[in-house]
């Protein structure tokens, strides 16, 4: 049975659209954004209203968005641009701005052709390829002090120090608390499912961000009552899965609809559409420098290069989180024409295989067709998971 | 191998192929019987699965009543209602690949509709696998579409690429293009035989970029339909720098007989 704070954060995005559209009537400005490193600390400060863009799954926005990009472009960038030639997505209705980061290319292309297609108001933050170079990292803070003064223009006020300061301890609680979120989904026999935990995390997507943080914090609440301390005691025989990879948004529920049904469970995500934004965000001082350099301090998007594979933050977090959640397997989810996953799937395979961790890439894209061979390949892993303690086969 | 089974318990696994669908019995530590036939999209997966069956049961002198467990598998396993249990075929023929030779540690599984890779531990455990995607390369299906247009048998496919003096590469592995140069190069004049081999090639190389991903490691068995084709075997064995052992039971049943493994060992815990 729900959690009676999961029903009430649901009725909260049901009524989010409406709410939206009468801010926007009372003089309030929306900016969507999609990507990675889009700051929201600053919108946020500048008293904007901040939503995270961006749904998948839906193979009929696929086909609308093949019309005005090449059908070898990734399907997640395909959809994007399908939502907007549809222009019904209440989100996309309601954005007055549409930033985007230059992490992953392909969402940043879209940026560019929704200007020139759709007459979208955009506005684009600039990332560099080494975050590990001082140049690179001067790089960005000097795109983010231009990209904030932007929006202040857009705003039509200043970036005030002790509004951010205010602003970077909303989202600091939020990041803490969905960290706190993801310890209750992994334990034995968990209140809280990781799927309702993912739904969550996508809710703060949409919702007031004060608000949000409020139900987080009830959430947390109502399952430390019902359950007491996060803490995993034993395995209970599940096979634990890790899901990693290209982005799974918000209404794309192939995969992990297959993965239930074939008796895994997921325990955790390694995706940038779920716990990731919120890991190693140490923010120094109230300043456009100092969310800069906490940004470029993050775990790394997958589509900015390893430099050097021992030392890269997303495989170091990989292996973290696979320890924390005592995961016994990762499905890492590669979407059709997505490079920054798919050319990364074999080095991530092999360097999980050396911890004795197994890896399933699952290489799909949003039409249904392959929904039986991706059955057979991710009930074979749940197998290969469990049948890692039976048994003497023979006649 | 079939005998007549006595009173011992018996247990059968089903494997419901999109060709073909297969069935084995074991009982009293041995092979008793076994059924293999088309499967038949009229009469649907469900009951394909148990005319394979009953045709077991007829060669090992049983009835469905002696049977005392059954694990079905294959993409009909979500229709087969009469079985215990559901596994797929990915653990199936590791189990049946193990017991048949048990220094198995790769397994290369051709069937209808997909192909697969898959590593064995020395238990004959599955630690990893990769399969076909979503493309008819490298399957019966395939084969059965290049056959036509020589129009020979199946059978005799394989036989014809060995007798080949020469390779014609086949640049394309997908069904429907693969068909259509193969028209053009006969048109041309090249040789059935050298076609029939650059197709096998082509089809082998396709494969040994899905073992890149799992890695060879001896002894390589040949498992599904497609590995009585003895060109097939030739043309793999080529690419992926490996000799594949010599089959000691029936490829196509090898699925079947995993199932009916761990059929025996689910059910002698029940």
Known sequence: MALDTLKKIEEAVKERPQELAEARKNGAKVVGWFNYNIPEEIIHALGLIPIRLGIGGDDRLVEIGARYISTKNCVFTREIVGLFAENQDPYIKNSDLVAVDATCLQTYRVAELIKYYFKVNTLILGVPRNFYLPEGQEYFWKELESFTQKLEEFAGNKLDKNKLAESIKLYNGIRKALKDLYKYQATDSPSIKWREVFDAVHAGFYLDRDKYLSLLQELLKELKEEHGEPVIKNLNGDARILLSGSIIPPKDTKLIDIIEQVGGRIVGDELWSGLNPSLNVNIKEPSVKGIADAYINRVPHAALPYLDLETDGRLKNLKQLIKDYKAQGVIYHTLRYCDPFTFKAGETKDVLKNEGVPLLEIHTEYAGSDVEAIRTRAEAFVELIKNKNILEATL | ???????????????????????????????????????????????????????????????????????????????????????????????????????????????????????????????????????????????????????????????????????????????????????????????????????????????AGMFSRVGVENDVFFSGGVAKNVGMKAALEEVLKAKIVAPEYDPQLVGALGAAILAKTYGSKV
């Open chain 2, 1 to 207: 191998m079939t005998q007549k089974a006595n009173n011992k318990p018996a247990f059968a696994g089903v494997d419901v192929g999109s060709l073909s669908t297969k069935s084995v019995i074991v009982s009293n530590g041995t092979i008793v019987g076994y059924g293999l036939i088309p499967t038949d999209v009229k009469l649907g997966t469900e009951k394909s699965g148990l005319t394979s069956l009953q045709k077991a049961l007829e060669v090992a002198k049983l009835s469905h009543d002696d049977l005392k467990y059954i694990v079905a598998t294959g993409y009909g396993r979500i229709s087969a209602p009469y079985a215990n249990k559901t596994v797929t075929e990915i653990t199936c023929h590791g189990r049946g690949a193990h017991y048949l030779h048990p220094s198995t540690r790769t397994i290369i599984d051709m069937g209808g509709q997909d192909c697969k890779a898959i590593r064995l531990d020395k238990d004959g455990n599955v630690i990893d696998f990769a399969m076909n995607d979503k493309c008819a390369a490298g399957t019966g299906r395939f084969l059965e579409v290049m056959a036509n247009v020589f129009k020979v048998k199946l059978d005799d496919l394989g036989p014809l690429a060995l007798k080949a003096k020469e390779i014609v590469p086949m640049s394309s592995t997908c069904t429907v293009f693969a068909e259509s140069e193969t028209i053009s190069l006969l048109a041309r004049g090249e040789k059935p035989e050298n076609i029939i081999k650059g197709i096998h090639h082509a089809i082998a190389n396709r494969i």
